[in-house]
């Protein structure tokens, strides 16, 4: 099972060579494939994963879209690890990873200069916003590993080398979040309702930003002219129930994972990822896990600017938060059983 999770993993970095396409149809099969002879599955689990799998099909046959059902199923794969080793492992591999492909690709290295004269290093991954992509799926899980003043050298190092603003700001969330856990009553709908419905409240925020750049033009300088592109995919694909099998205008301009979503998926995507993440994020405020909590609206947040939700790597907040859960209700109802 270990490596089946670490194959997942290594196709993320394996995207860097363009091989990617293929590697998604051998590796569905897999997971499915691991999925089904592995569990052990009860008359409501099968149900659930019946329906999980006839909406992804849906997806995939409907927008050609593969990536989601590769997250969701790995999140089923690692549901068979004990949790704290699951995190031991994603940190292991994903930490090496970066590492042997940092050496690997170096000789590639490029140099950025920002118009503010900021120098930007890619370090071989043909962007320094990708460098910070890859990074951050490093930092997450140390965050996850309680380590939390490593993940802070680590996101001050990358920063000064990537120069990524969205990296610096998401991970620099954590206090601020922290202090509203703490100081606000989030037992009470009104303070609950930023968490809980952050997916649908972000995905809003995304079409208000491509809308208005038009009119307000420091809108598309601030966030380094992304609105013009997001703009661009709403008029040549106007919003649907269902999406489309599209001709992208330049499929990696769209950095934005909720239009993304939106274009492929139609707003029938939008609801089932809205519904899914609020029973995420409500069970993490639950159960109190504020750490994966904050990892997971990090990643959202991350996810208006660059393509993070559809890639295991860059979500591995979601992974980690299906197994988190699984492992806490598997370890109630066990208990309750016993003692019944």
């Known amino acids: 099972m270990e490596l089946i999770i670490f194959v997942n993993i290594l196709i993320s970095y394996l995207g860097l060579y363009d091989i990617t396409s293929i590697a998604l149809y051998v590796l569905i099969p897999i997971n499915f494939m691991a999925v089904l002879m592995f569990f052990e599955m009860k008359a409501q689990e099968m149900m659930f994963f019946v329906v999980l799998s006839a909406v992804l099909t849906f997806f995939f046959i409907y927008a050609q879209n593969t990536e989601y059902i590769i997250l969701i199923s790995l999140g089923l794969i690692c549901t068979r690890v004990e949790y704290g080793r699951l995190i031991k492992y994603l940190w292991f591999y994903v930490s090496i990873l970066l590492f042997i492909f940092i050496l690997l690709r170096y000789p590639e290295h490029a140099l950025y200069t920002r118009g503010d004269g900021t120098v930007r290093y ?34 001050l190092v990358f920063y000064s080398l990537s120069g990524s603003r969205t990296l610096l700001y998401c991970l620099l969330l954590y206090p601020i979040l922290m202090l509203y856990l703490q100081k606000m009553p989030v ?103 504020v750490k994966l909590l904050f990892c997971v609206i990090a990643t959202l947040i991350y996810s208006v600017f660059e ?29 309750v059983s016993n003692q019944a």
């Open 187 to 289: 037992n009470k709908l009104i303070f609950k309702l930023p968490i809980v419905c952050a997916f649908p409240i972000l995905t809003i925020l995304s079409v208000l930003l491509a809308e208005y750049s038009k009119e307000y033009v420091f809108i598309d300088v601030l966030l380094s002219f992304r609105p013009m592109h997001w703009i661009n995919y709403l008029e040549a694909y106007p919003i649907s129930n269902f999406g489309y099998t599209w001709e992208a205008l330049d499929y990696f301009v769209l950095d934005n994972s909720f239009l993304q979503i939106l274009v492929r998926l139609g707003l029938s995507g939008i609801i089932v990822f809205s519904l899914f993440y609020y029973w995420l994020l409500n069970s993490l405020l639950k159960l109190g896990n």
């Open 122 to 155: 890619d370090l071989g991954f043909n962007n320094p916003n990708i460098l910070a992509k890859y990074a951050f799926s490093v930092i997450i899980l140390t965050l996850a590993f309680q380590k939390k003043f490593l993940a802070l050298i680590l996101t």
């Open 307 to 335: 393509n993070m939700l559809k890639y295991p790597l860059f979500n591995i907040s979601t992974v980690l938060s299906l197994v988190y859960i699984n492992s806490v209700l598997f370890e109630r109802n066990k208990n």
